[in-house]
């Protein structure tokens, strides 16, 4: 069973407010993701890290932001939500110390939505 | 990077029957990993199997099995006998030298009782 944990699952707040969205996995896994997904839709890239102090952007661009200070903790940030930014985000870990065979262990997801 | 094409949008089935997921990739590492992923109605997605391109043989790991042509590029899989908690969005998903998966639009499976 996977141990990466997002809070809050569900969240809906008020146009302009800054939020943070947590993510925090104890297995020690260098690798973590935060995906975007809209109902029904495919999952796009939004962050990523490598390890401390790696930080990318991925494919769909994000006016969110993230920051890896802890090898647990990938928390990401919305300075100025809007209503566009209604979506569910899911982060995952992985530990691929070779090559790239390592399965990617997700959260649950939080759910926001910006009124 | 990589390029995933799921065809099926949703498929629909009555319990105990087979089901087929297709799954078409592309891609210009020459080592990649294919992957199933299953997301069920809470939300979380699950790992369900794992391919490395460097090997075809196909295997069935109880009701699931899974087809892996190299020439073209499909990785399909089956689920046998399906059950309505197998009701779930599949999603295939490469990944390549870059460590990041890229997943398909995903295919709706609904199974009846």
């Known amino acids: 069973e996977a141990d990466i944990y997002q809070t809050p699952r569900y969240l809906v707040i008020g146009t302009g407010k800054k939020i943070t969205l947590e993510c925090s996995q104890t297995m020690g896994h260098d690798k973590m993701y935060w995906y975007q997904q809209d109902p029904g839709m495919e999952l796009h890239l939004i962050h990523y890290s490598y390890g401390v102090n790696s930080t990318e952007k991925g494919d769909l661009s994000s006016e969110s932001t993230v920051s890896r200070i802890r090898t647990e903790h990938f928390p990401l940030t919305l300075e100025s939500a809007r209503p566009s930014h209604t979506s569910q985000y899911l982060c995952?870990?992985?530990?691929?110390?070779?090559?790239?065979?390592?399965?990617?262990?997700f959260g649950e997801g939080s759910r926001l939505t910006v009124l | 990077a990589q390029k995933v094409t799921q065809a099926q949008t949703e498929i629909s089935v009555v319990e105990k029957e087979d089901v087929t997921l297709d799954c078409v990739y592309e891609?210009?590492?020459?080592?990649?990993?294919l992957f199933w992923y299953k997301q069920p109605p809470s939300g979380e997605l699950v790992f369900l199997i794992r391919r490395n391109s460097f090997d075809e043989q196909n295997e069935i790991s109880g009701r699931y099995s899974w087809n892996f042509q190299k020439s073209t590029s499909s990785f399909n899989f089956t689920i046998t006998a399906s059950q309505v908690v197998d009701s779930a969005v599949y999603f295939c998903a490469p990944k390549g030298g870059s460590y990041i998966p890229t997943f398909g639009r995903g295919t709706s499976l609904i199974v009846h009782p």
């Open positions: 891609t210009r590492d020459t080592t990649y990993y």
């Open positions: 995952a870990s992985s530990d691929a110390p070779v090559g790239n065979t390592g399965e990617l262990f």
